[in-house]
């Protein structure tokens, strides 16, 4: 017999079970009415245990929910510093803006302005989904 390890009392059932879902680090996914508060550059880490970086440098885009159960809560975009118009960046600006501005561009004009954003899971690299939400797609109501 199988003993559980955090009770020693209840022997395990290798023929039943439970699952239970992995909390989710950031706001739920879902769709929400938002106002973009801020975009934030976080330098890259250093990772003390490999000696490496284990973290490039990038940039934060924040929305701050307006309504509903998050209400006041920060959904994040977090894109790799790149500024070419082909970019996780560029991309977030053009979401920003309704299109790709041309030439320079003042983000604080997006400050306190509504969208509709959808947060959904983010990927890893083989396209399975993670235990983190970061927003994927936001248009300006």
């Known amino acids: 017999m199988n003993v559980n390890p955090q009770n020693q009392q209840q022997p395990i059932d290798p023929m039943r079970g439970r699952l239970v879902a992995p909390q989710t680090q950031g ?3 879902g769709t929400y009415d938002a106002v973009f508060s801020t975009c934030e550059y976080r330098p890259a880490t250093y990772d003390a245990m490999s000696g490496k970086g284990s973290r490039y440098p990038q940039m934060w885009f924040g929305w701050k929910i307006v309504s509903g159960q998050q209400d006041g809560q ?3 975009r977090e ?3 790149s500024q070419s118009l082909k970019s996780k960046y560029g991309e977030t600006i053009g979401w920003l803006f309704g299109a790709m501005p041309e030439g320079e561009f003042d983000l604080s004009t997006c ?4 969208y509709r954003i959808v947060v959904s899971q983010k990927l890893d690299k083989a396209g ?3 235990n983190y939400t970061i927003v994927t797609q936001c248009i300006a109501v």
């Open 27 to 29: 706001v739920p996914a």
């Open 74 to 76: 920060t959904a994040w």
């Open 79 to 81: 894109t790799p510093v």
């Open 111 to 114: 400050v306190n302005k509504r």
């Open 128 to 130: 399975k989904p993670i």
